[in-house]
């Protein structure tokens, strides 16, 4: 199965778009975990627990593990491990650099890891990129156009040729899916305009969409603009985030299943049916 | 001190530009400390010891300590620890990202760990890499213009504004150094023309420059290109590699000392002093 159908089959099989990251902070944990071991990965394990019915995907921002030390391994492979093999494991890891450091890159994150698919910056180039499209099964969502501010800076950039920047990026996403269709791209929510003209332009990367919640993206907008792409919505302190008390888990998948719930009521590939949930 | 003068300064000391790269790979290195506890640590620890006094710079490229894991984060660590206090630390690690999970590696990597200075990808823009800038004694080295092959599909591009957009990074990079002094630009070996166009445009950014050695760059034609401006030149696998066998760190001094010997000939930055090695 390449990266492309794990994610429709993903979908198929939760009736979800939805991503749920887990952004966990260990200064700011529930205080009702703090005693424990390792309090992230007792968090993230509790939110996949409460949340794993109607999560499509899961998304470690891999930059909250680096914070944590050894520990922070500890909760990344922990968490790993407590995710249902059908659902579609993201490390948004942002790498990119020379062959042979990519090579090390792609050996920690899709073999000691063993995470489904990771982010990538596409700046350096297709040789930079190579080694993490090796495996049709290993998916790489590379950053096309990001929900921030600073996306102006360079990524909206006119080029001589007549495209933007994040759009002969995105052509050259397209140009190395080919061979494996295990690539994707980063769209930010915050942009439906230039997500439609994406999703036109490439109908077949699936797409990962932070910035809906927190960031302001809005989830109808996003799905209109989406048409019937294959897409994972990514939501991380609208859902991990919810609740602060001892209900953390309870109050994320109530805001799991309200999400869940307006995707199913908007987004035509998905059943209309609630009681699955 | 701010950064550029942390880095003058250990120019001055060390009478070198020589940045030793410390990739180093569990998976190879030499048989005779295999089995010792942490064998990259060791292996780190004899090449500091054999060439911190004609060092200026220690470079960590992070992708080989993540790719071994928890027994990674101690060797970072503990390397960091060996390494002089005049002499700059960076990690590589080209990382960048939204400002809440750019605020988490630059804790990472500045305060965990306490790198000098880390590489930053700055294609997410101005509010991405703010994190990153808020010391002035901590360094940002943004890639620039990198020496693989990729470089020719995004950086060498040609904008509307008559720059291609690694200049329009640079230009950017610029204005980011601007309050705190403690930005650099990351520029291959192998584009001596466009090192010296760059340096004429930036003349205040330290460089660091990958690609002499394995990768083919000349040492002469990136010194001559370089004119005055802070200039940290990194030797990887022709320093660090330079021997399998037990005589690892003894090669390693050689190959370093030769290096910095030619620097002392061919930079007026340097004192043509070959008897402080």
Chains 1, 2 share one sequence.
């Not at 209109?224 to 991380?236: F, P, Q, R, T, Y």
Request: charged fraction near 25%; include cysteine; charge should be negative.
């Amino acid at each position: 199965m390449n990266f492309t159908h794990k994610v429709r089959h993903a979908r198929e099989r939760s009736n979800s778009l939805l991503c749920i990251g887990l952004d966990t902070d260990w200064r700011t944990v529930p205080d009702s975990i703090r005693g424990s071991a390792n309090p992230v990965l007792e968090f993230n394990r509790a939110i996949v627990e409460a949340t794993k019915d109607i999560a499509c995907s899961y998304k470690l921002n891999l930059a909250y593990y680096e914070a944590y030390g050894e520990a922070g391994i500890e909760a990344m492979k922990g968490t790993l491990d407590a995710i249902p093999e059908h659902i579609v494991t993201i490390g948004d890891a942002k790498r990119g650099d020379i062959g042979n450091t990519s090579d090390q890159y792609a050996y920690a994150y899709q073999e000691l890891y063993n995470f489904d698919s990771i982010t990538i910056n596409p700046l350096m180039g297709t040789d930079a990129v190579q080694p993490f499209l090796k495996h049709s099964d290993r998916g790489v969502f590379f950053l096309g156009l990001t929900s921030n501010p600073g996306a102006q800076d360079f990524e909206y950039l006119e080029l001589k040729n007549g495209k933007r920047l994040y759009e002969e990026i995105t052509d050259k996403v397209r140009e190395w899916n080919r061979e494996k269709h295990n690539c994707g791209l980063v769209v930010g929510a915050t942009k439906p305009a230039e997500l439609r003209a994406l999703r036109e332009r490439a109908p077949e990367l699936p797409f990962l969409v932070p910035g809906v919640g927190a960031q302001g993206g809005s989830l109808a907008e996003v799905l209109a603009a989406n048409d019937e792409g294959e897409i994972l919505i990514n939501v991380s302190r609208a859902v991990a985030g919810a609740s602060k008390g001892e209900d953390f888990a309870e109050a994320a998948r109530a805001a799991a299943l309200k999400l869940v719930q307006e995707m199913r009521e908007l987004s035509p590939m998905l059943r209309n049916s609630l009681q699955s949930a």
